[in-house]
């Protein structure tokens, strides 16, 4: 189908002068608020009137709506009235002519189904989209108003709200492969209090993502308010029971957290960086001075110091591979005698914290001399995608309800994870097929005595 347009414009100035701006801003508010709807609205207009007239004169090779009323429908006009649809480019006012089946007398709107629009549908996905990732980047208050400012896109804060807790974006598809790494974590967030319930304003959100074998990165999904035992379960779905969901988990070390997600992996590697900073605060329950503290701490990330070869693992001799795993050995003794000095001194929080981790501390070694697989000793990869979330839910915003903020954590675990499937979920949601096409033919204006 195409459709010419002539759109006339007027422009009126003062032949004394105007600004550059004020001339840029009067075409910019014309264009947004009357130029681009109208344009939009009279097009769909057109096709409107096509499609019902094919329908009702039953022309070969017209479009049909995908299930029929009869097996041979006649239609004929019906009421007509107007729907409004929010976009991006301004609110629509779209024909919405009903035709009606002479032989079983059912009614059906032909411009709703030829556009594959839901029944009251009142937005278009493309604003859902811009809607979303605006507020997943700072609050909604400043959301709604730099899309009114800016975007020239008025939807009042409230709206905008339902549509983030009625929007599907946040699903994710998990797979069922088993994957290299497991990463967990959790960070806190200021929630909506209920003193009448019992809850008080400490909330915490957790995540989970994996690592494919192909480096891609897959999230599992965003959890408020729930255990990392029922976490466990609801990843351990995805593989079915006494299935690993990964080689190795990497976390800071909690130990819900290695309780709850460990026994999903074959592997349960310690942060080495949270390992060394948190024994300082550990030791700090135990009284000890700041230089005792400092000295620990560096002795600690000292003896965790193991590095795996640069080269793949069949380019690394057999003596060499031999002294990498005397090297974790004596590590591991190490780690022991560092311990044992710790309970000497006094420091029980601290030995029992070193005491606890140390069994977790060089499996990342056990794995690489077994499979040749690298594992990260830092879960710095998480800890990025943590400062992310918490910049949004800690210091954007607070008073969040439990499903409200594993929902708009959610999505920017999707976001930050995976742009690139990101995008794909909402091209294939906005229909991006190459089916519409707008070319701008030519702008112009009557002759002048000046010529061109």
């Known amino acids: 189908m195409q459709t010419t347009i002539q759109m006339s414009l007027l422009a009126a100035t003062s032949e004394s002068g105007f600004s550059l701006d004020e001339f840029v801003l009067t075409l910019h508010a014309v264009m947004e608020n009357e130029g681009m709807a109208g344009i939009a609205s009279l097009v769909l207009s057109v096709i409107e009137e096509r499609i019902c007239l094919d329908l009702c004169q039953d022309r070969p090779g017209s479009w049909r709506p995908a299930e029929s009323c009869c097996p041979s429908p006649c239609y004929e006009l019906a009421q007509r009235r107007t729907r409004q649809i929010r976009t991006r480019v301004g609110t629509l ?170 026994r999903l992996c074959d592997f349960t590697n310690r942060c080495h960086w949270h390992a060394s900073r948190d024994l300082n605060y550990v030791m700090w329950k135990d009284g000890a001075s700041l230089t005792e503290r400092k000295t620990h701490t560096k002795q600690l990330a000292g003896i965790l110091a193991v590095s795996l070869p640069k080269e793949d693992i069949e380019q690394v001799s057999v003596d060499d591979k031999m002294a990498l795993e005397d090297a974790a050995d004596a590590a591991q003794r190490s780690v022991d005698q560092f311990c044992g000095e710790l309970f000497k001194k006094g420091y029980t929080e601290a030995w029992k914290y070193v005491k606890r981790m140390k069994r977790s501390l060089f499996d990342y070694v056990r794995r690489w001399l077994e499979t040749g697989l690298v594992t990260p000793r830092a879960a710095s990869l998480i800890e990025r995608m943590m400062r992310e979330i918490a910049r949004r839910l800690k210091r954007i915003a607070h008073g969040w309800s439990e499903p409200g903020a594993a929902k708009m954590t959610c999505v920017i675990l999707k976001r930050f994870t995976n742009p690139k499937a990101w995008d794909a979920y909402w091209k294939n949601k906005l229909r991006l097929e190459g089916n519409v096409l707008w070319v701008l033919k030519k702008i112009e204006s009557p002759p002048t005595p000046l010529g061109r």
């Open 93 to 262: 006012q779209l024909p919405w002519r009903t035709l009606r089946c002479r032989q079983c007398r059912k009614t059906f709107l032909p411009l709703q189904q030829f556009l594959g629009l839901e029944a009251y549908q009142r937005k278009t996905n493309e604003l859902e989209q811009l809607v979303v990732e605006v507020v997943s980047e700072q609050s909604y208050r400043r959301s709604t108003s730099h899309l009114d400012k800016i975007g020239s896109i008025p939807v009042p804060k409230s709206t905008a709200h339902r549509w983030v807790a009625d929007s599907d974006c946040d699903a994710v598809d998990t797979g069922t492969d088993t994957f290299a790494l497991l990463f967990a974590d959790g960070t806190g967030f200021k929630r909506r209090p209920n003193p009448k319930a019992g809850v008080d304003n400490r909330g915490e959100v957790r995540i989970a993502f994996g690592i494919e074998n192909t480096g891609a990165i897959r999230p599992l999904g965003a959890w408020s308010g729930v255990s990392w035992e029922a976490i466990a379960e609801a990843v351990q779905g995805r593989r079915g029971e006494d299935q690993p969901v990964a080689e190795t988990l990497l976390s800071d070390g909690e130990r819900g957290l290695i309780g709850g997600m460990g």
